[in-house]
């Protein structure tokens, strides 16, 4: 089994920053991708980014020249680096990890990102 533990969610304003971290303890051998979703209640959870074990990157293009994804393999820690940040994207965020194959699926318990007008 993985565990993902998310922190670095809050409130900040239109145009401000925040950086999200998600540490992976457990059978990280398992894990191959990396990734942020995001979801508003009552929706499907989208795809924010995500990132492979070999740092190859996928950002969608809502946010795309605003966030950042990066993944530091020694400390099986995954982030994302939101910046311009828009009341629209206003959602909890997940962590989430993937084996090579896609195949197993695990998540993390969410944290809120606010952000006011």
């Known amino acids: 089994q993985v565990q993902l533990v998310e922190s670095g969610g809050g409130l900040v304003q239109s145009g401000g920053s925040l950086r999200l971290s998600c540490a992976a303890t457990g059978s990280i051998n398992n894990i191959y991708f990396m990734g942020w979703y995001r979801q508003t209640p009552g929706e499907q959870r989208e795809l924010v980014a995500e990132v492979s074990f070999g740092g190859y990157t996928k950002v969608v293009d809502s946010v795309k020249g605003r966030f950042t994804i990066s993944r530091d393999n020694a400390r099986n820690t995954v982030y994302l680096q939101m910046d311009n940040l828009k009341p629209e994207d206003t959602r909890v965020y997940y962590c989430?990890?993937?084996?090579?194959?896609?195949?197993?699926?695990?998540w993390g318990q969410g944290t809120q990102v606010t952000v006011s007008s």
């Open positions: 989430n990890a993937k084996d090579s194959g896609r195949v197993r699926d695990y």
